[in-house]
């Protein structure tokens, strides 16, 4: 697996856990005026986690939200490469996020038993942000 796959596939993972981080940090380490946005898109994002009132990632409109960042975040790494490449990008960011979306909402309720709801969300959003800072770094 290349290492643009390997990219598409772990900020499709960021998505699953966080719709607008892995978007984000495309956009902040790619010096676009988007990055900007990006970074309060993140924080609002981050800051409504952490309220009760917040629904769950699972409901269908966060999940079609997460795959479609996973997609584009995909496809956007791997389609200098090609057409084929940003297809297969795309889907790698998709499956990505289905795994971060899933995996992430278990592992994230876990935490929540274990340490409540804020440190657990906390905890979850520096591993969205740290873990997308270093792929799109690469």
Same mark, same amino acid.
């Given at each position: 697996?290349? /290492?643009?796959?390997?990219? @598409?596939? !772990?900020?499709?993972? +960021?998505?699953?856990?966080? &719709? ?5 940090? /495309? ?10 946005? *990006? ?20 409901? #269908?409109?966060? &999940? ?5 960042? !996973? !997609?584009? +975040? !995909?496809?956007?790494?791997? @389609? ?12 790698? %960011? &998709? ?7 899933? %995996? %992430? ?10 340490? *409540?709801?804020? #440190?657990? %969300? ?10 997308? @800072? ?5």
């Amino acid at each position: 697996m290349s /290492l643009s796959a390997i990219i @598409a596939l !772990g900020l499709g993972v +960021c998505a699953g856990l966080r &719709v607008f981080t892995p978007l984000a940090a /495309l956009s902040f380490f790619r010096s676009t005026w988007f990055g900007v946005v *990006g970074v309060l898109f993140v924080l609002f994002e981050d800051y409504m986690d952490l309220r009760p009132s917040t629904g769950p990632r699972t409901a #269908p409109q966060s &999940v079609l939200l997460r795959l479609a960042s !996973g !997609g584009f +975040c !995909g496809w956007s790494v791997t @389609a200098a490469n090609g057409l084929t490449s940003g297809i297969a990008g795309a889907v790698l %960011g &998709v499956a990505g996020a289905l795994a971060g979306t899933y %995996g %992430g909402y278990a592992l994230r309720i876990r935490a929540i038993e274990k340490f *409540g709801l804020i #440190p657990s %969300g906390i905890v979850e959003d520096v591993i969205a942000i740290a873990l997308a @800072a270093f792929l799109v770094t690469r």
